[in-house]
């Protein structure tokens, strides 16, 4: 199977550091997405990781562990717009189905 | 590139009205698919194709078709709306291959009464 689990809400204050968790069940896999949805919005891509560990894009960086079904997104100097839902998803091997979404992680980002 | 559009933006309908959720992109994607969101259950897949004359069913298609005659469109059609296929629906695009991130259009808000 592939269960993917998330915290269902974070709250974190403006400039600081957020580690959102990432957890998965998966018979196999190709790597593993980041997306942001603002409310009202669609999803939109933010990271990529196939290889394990820490993929860097400016404030946010994507880190993989396979052998232990394990990622987490990581948000720098947090901003009053990162406050969204940020969603993990599964890529499945057979490179044939779409991804697999976790429910996903709404972050508020407070004054 | 215009990338992935749903029409409509919003729809309210009565149980048992039809309709169809129209969804185009113009990035010669092969994989399509359709997802609804609901509060608290995150994005689940109705429906998928992977090319032209193939479709298949994702982890909630009761009550939903889908048919895939050109590479651009995938339409998904309610036959008989009801409450609980109120929802978000979103459509997204992929190219063929690993590591292509999934595109997503803007959402159809479909209100069910």
């Known amino acids: 199977g592939q269960n993917i689990d998330q915290p269902t809400e974070m709250t974190a204050t403006e400039g600081a550091i957020v580690q959102i968790n990432c957890t998965y069940q998966?018979?196999?896999?190709?790597?593993l997405f980041w997306y942001q949805q603002h409310a009202g919005e669609a999803p939109t891509f933010l990271s990529y990781n196939v290889l394990d560990g820490l993929e860097e894009k400016g404030r946010f960086s994507s880190f993989l562990s396979r052998s232990k079904g394990y990622s987490y997104l990581l948000l720098k100097e947090l901003q009053m717009k990162d406050s969204a839902s940020y969603l993990c998803a599964a890529e499945p091997i057979s490179g044939n189905t779409p991804l697999v979404f976790g429910k996903g992680t709404r972050l508020s980002v407070i004054a | 590139n215009a990338g992935v559009t749903q029409t409509p933006k919003f729809q309210v309908l009565k149980t048992g009205q039809s309709m169809t959720l129209q969804c185009a992109q113009d990035m010669n994607h092969e994989y399509m698919s359709w997802y609804r969101q609901d509060p608290g259950m995150g994005l689940r897949l109705i429906h998928y194709s992977v090319g032209a004359g193939i479709t298949d069913q994702g982890e909630v298609p009761n009550g939903y078709n889908v048919s895939r005659s050109t590479t651009e469109d995938f339409p998904l059609r309610l036959l008989s709306a009801a409450p609980s296929q109120t929802s978000v629906y979103f459509c997204?695009?992929?190219?063929?291959?690993?590591?292509?991130?999934?595109?997503f259009g803007p959402g159809t808000r479909l209100l069910v009464l």
């Open positions: 997204a695009s992929r190219d063929r291959g690993a590591r292509e991130t999934q595109y």
């Open positions: 998966t018979s196999g896999f190709n790597g």
